[in-house]
């Protein structure tokens, strides 16, 4: 899978609210009403993930979701990412 230019990315990014470009990877952050509710969400998120076999990393503090998509053996943003991003913003809603 190739990397998409930059300029390809900020394009994509304008279907995807609440997502921006940052450290050479798709970044959001997502806040819960509490831990569980985060946990839950990180939960449902692995699932999908796993199916695709394209893992986020993401870091989780009480009720806070920060999240990283890029494709390491592309070294940097591809489809495969925004693919994760649209799961993960149909699970999030």
Do not use: C
Request: glycine share 4%; aromatic share 12%; proline share 1%.
């Amino acid at each position: 899978m190739k990397a998409l230019t930059e300029k390809q990315i900020k394009e994509k990014l304008k279907e995807f609210e609440g997502w921006d470009y940052q450290e050479g990877a798709l970044h959001t952050i997502f806040e819960f009403d509490d831990f569980k509710e985060a946990f839950s969400a990180m939960t449902r998120i692995a699932f999908e993930a796993e199916k695709l076999q394209h893992h986020p990393e993401w870091s989780n503090v009480y009720n806070s979701l920060e999240i990283y998509l890029s494709t390491h053996d592309a070294e940097g943003v591809t489809e495969k990412d925004f693919e994760l991003a649209k799961i993960i913003d149909e699970l999030i809603g």
